[in-house]
């Protein structure tokens, strides 16, 4: 039996994360290693996909060992970079149109259609760049309206009539080329099928409101094996546009969690998917009892890790680097400190910028861990910034950070978070009229 380290590669490495990854029970069997840094990769203001990828292959060339694995938990471009590259290092992984009919919205839904009709919301692409577009939208108001690859709800509308799309829509052509360019580039590289019908990154999809319970099995496909260890909840705000928290384990009836699981291996073994990890997001309509697919993540998702550290005792890292190298998962379930835990998106709901006065201070911040030492905190805004320097926010607010919490009922964990805010108060004032762009 071969002994040594095997040398896993984190596709848009981040300290934070990279101490997740390096709790997993047999980390001691692995060397983990940076493969490019997420300042590099992630939240950019302009994705260089070549120039990336081409970096990357000079690391992994100029290493003096084995490549053994390649993981990602982020989004785009990560993911797609990582099947292009595990294909070319001859690593597990799902194919690039794998990846792509998850993450091409148009394309997944297309895909979904196929072998879920019942669980598929209208849907139809829109040029947001063709003078004729609102009327060729085939929906009924009220729609969403989102790019064709997006993350963290960034350009993302709710539609109600047609002063609103024009609004969106003049947005959007400002700004969706940051992403879709560069995607372009990536389904460049793929094989795609005709009826794409050249729906591009630079495309919409309009599709039927649903709403519901959101919950969002995540798992992985193993040579072939579908497994599955854990649900969440995405629970929105009052809004009932921005998500207030991701909260494990789910709360909604298990006879709707096993159909939403039972969903997912059929549409994923539709798409081909094999040896990657998974999220697929539902909204279950409690008057109806359909369920709807919202979107499908091939990988795991960053913003589960806590949850599954405080409740289970162990990171869905551990799942990301057995399933890149091929062997079993060790998770195990319910042998954390807690029964609940969630990640909170402390908001300030406004669609003007503001420069943050005040944020929480070093004493502020003490208290809570003194109070909460379990209770993490991620600042997304930092004091003498202005709310649009943070990055990929949806249209109707700003995080200004994210909360960690446990409980041992849902109550003390929700009862904990707000307890935490007491300790991270934030102020704001309006941009001086002279730096207003």
């Known amino acids: ?132 577009a609102p009327d060729k939208i085939t929906l009924d108001y009220p729609f969403w309206i989102k790019p064709i690859k997006g993350y963290g709800s960034t350009l993302g509308f709710r539609i109600n009539n047609r002063r609103e799309l024009d609004h969106a ?34 495309y919409l999809i309009a599709e039927k409101l649903v709403h519901g319970w959101e919950f969002a099995p995540e798992g992985y496909i193993q040579h072939g094996e579908f497994h599955v260890h854990g649900v969440i909840d995405m629970v929105r705000d009052k809004n009932r546009k921005s998500f207030l928290r991701y909260e494990y384990p789910s709360q909604a009836p298990r006879r709707i969690q096993d159909r939403g699981i039972a969903m997912a291996e059929k549409v994923l073994r539709q798409i081909g998917f094999d040896n990657g990890c998974f999220n697929m997001e539902f909204f279950w309509d409690e008057d109806s009892d359909d369920l709807w697919i919202i979107e499908i993540n091939p990988r795991i998702s960053q913003s589960h890790c806590y949850q599954f550290e405080m409740v289970d005792g162990m990171s869905n890292h551990e799942i990301a680097v057995h399933v890149a190298l091929g062997d079993s998962p060790q998770f195990q379930h319910r042998s954390g400190p807690y029964r609940h835990a969630a990640k909170f998106l402390l908001r300030h709901y406004t669609q003007q910028d503001a420069v943050v006065d005040r944020a929480p201070n070093d004493e502020e911040i003490s208290r809570l861990a003194e109070l909460q030492p379990d209770t993490e ?32 009922t849902q109550h003390e964990m929700v009862k904990r978070y707000h307890e935490a805010l007491e300790w991270l108060p934030f102020e704001f004032s309006p941009v001086p009229d002279d730096e207003e762009t």
């Open 1 to 132: 039996m071969d002994q040594r380290q095997k040398n896993i590669f984190i596709l848009g490495y981040d300290e934070r994360h990279g101490q997740d990854v390096r709790k997993i029970p047999d980390a001691d069997a692995f060397c983990f290693h940076p493969l490019l840094d997420a300042d590099e990769v992630i939240h950019q203001k302009n994705f260089y996909i070549d120039d990336k990828l081409e970096k990357a292959r000079d690391v992994l060339r100029s290493f003096d060992g084995t490549v053994d694995g390649i993981i990602c938990h982020w989004d785009f471009p990560a993911t797609s970079m990582a099947a292009i590259l595990c294909a070319e290092f001859g690593l597990l992984s799902p194919s690039l149109e794998a990846v792509l009919k998850c993450s091409h919205k148009y394309w997944s839904r297309l895909e979904q259609q196929a072998v879920v009709p019942e669980a598929t919301p209208g849907f139809c692409a829109v040029d947001p760049f063709d003078e004729n």
């Open 169 to 202: 829509l003049d947005v959007i052509k400002e700004r969706i080329k940051r992403i879709g360019d560069p995607f372009n580039r990536i389904l460049e590289k793929a094989d795609l099928p005709p009826e794409l019908g050249g729906v591009d990154g630079n």
């Open 377 to 408: 905190v991620v600042f997304k805004a930092q004091e003498g910034m202005r709310l649009s320097e943070i990055p990929d926010q949806d249209p109707y607010s700003y995080i200004l950070a994210e909360v960690h919490v446990a409980g041992k």
